[in-house]
């Protein structure tokens, strides 16, 4: 069950781009966020001169192709400052406010959390080896599993979603997500056309465009540039491959909007509102507007 959180986050230098410490209220954990251009003054912070865990990222500026590396120590700035790895542009580091995080508690969060952004495949993992999850007492580790989930809020707070899975539970009509019924979110969608066949859904987001789903194998001129430059990345990632007269897709894949993923479907300009329906035929635009009478 999900419920209200309150996060407190510090502007180190009052400005949002700079470092930034967050909390979230009555948990004994913390984060430090750093941008690499800021990296030499977290040498005056004490919050992470302690056991925790961290996260090198490149964020790209397209928004894909993104990179992170997850990492422990038992002083994180120590092990920060002899870094092999250099291509990241920022930097969030977890640790405790309390000295309660040992060793193997650090251990086990690096073990989940490369786990769980290995299944989510939101970013590509730069992690050499695959880190071994330490034995902990059954107490403990419900423990850290709180902390993972603390996490998972902070980072998505940053921007970063790379732990939570990009596919939403998905719910029948007659399920509909009885604790959010205002949600389109996880409905499953299909669109069809000719010999197409394309299934997906809404998530927070964008909308996923699910592996299996048929992609034309051509492209009108009316097709944007920038869902263009997606299409012709999809084929030279492999993402799209022919099969029969159509291309295939191999991977759930994210894209913007309901209105991209029926036109990356169509190769040409199409409503995705209009185009998108679900299983009793009801076109995401009509559910929308449901939804809304509703509320």
């Known amino acids: 069950m999900n419920f209200g959180r309150t996060i407190k986050i510090y502007l180190s230098d009052g400005t949002p781009s700079g ?23 977290l040498a005056k912070w004490d919050e992470i001169k302690r ?18 590396y ?3 120590s038992e002083n994180v700035i120590k092990r920060l400052n002899t870094h092999e790895r250099d291509f990241w542009n920022e930097l969030v580091i977890f640790t405790s406010k309390d000295e309660n995080l040992t060793k193997s508690h650090i251990k086990y969060l690096e073990a989940r959390l490369s ?30 599993e709180e902390f993972i ?16 899975p990009l596919k939403a539970s998905t719910k029948s009509d007659n399920q509909n997500n009885q ?51 997606i299409r012709d990345k999809w084929i030279a990632d492999g ?30 300009t199409r409503s995705g509102p209009q185009s998108w329906q679900d299983e009793t035929g009801r076109t995401l635009k009509a559910i929308e507007e449901q939804l809304l009478k509703e509320t």
């Not at 979230?24 to 003054?41: D, K, L, M, T």
């Not at 769980?116 to 423990?143: C, F, G, H, M």
């Not at 992609?215 to 920038?226: E, M, R």
Request: hydrophobic share 40%.
């Open 149 to 164: 989930n603390n996490m998972k809020i902070i980072l998505g707070t940053l921007g970063h979603k790379l732990l939570e």
């Open 115 to 144: 786990a769980l952004a290995v299944q989510a495949e939101r970013y590509k993992i730069e992690n050499s080896n695959t880190p071994a999850e330490s034995s902990l007492p059954r107490a403990d580790r419900d423990a850290m």
């Open 239 to 268: 993402i799209l491959k022919l099969s029969g007269e159509n291309y295939r897709l191999e991977k759930d894949s994210l894209v913007s909007s309901p209105s991209c993923a029926a036109a990356l479907v169509a190769g040409t």
């Open 179 to 229: 604790s959010n019924k205002s949600s389109i979110a996880g409905i499953s969608l299909t669109f069809s056309l000719k010999n197409l066949v394309a299934h997906g859904q809404v998530t927070d987001d964008g909308f996923l465009l699910l592996a299996g789903s048929d992609v034309s194998i051509s492209a009108t001129q009316s097709l944007a540039v920038g869902w263009r430059a």
């Open 70 to 72: 997850i990492g422990e």
């Open 19 to 41: 470092i930034r410490h967050i909390e979230i209220i009555n948990w004994s954990g913390q984060a430090v966020y750093c941008p690499r251009s800021r990296f030499a003054e």
């Open 51 to 68: 056991p925790g865990v961290y996260f090198l990222f490149e964020r790209q500026s397209n928004d894909s192709d993104n990179r992170v």
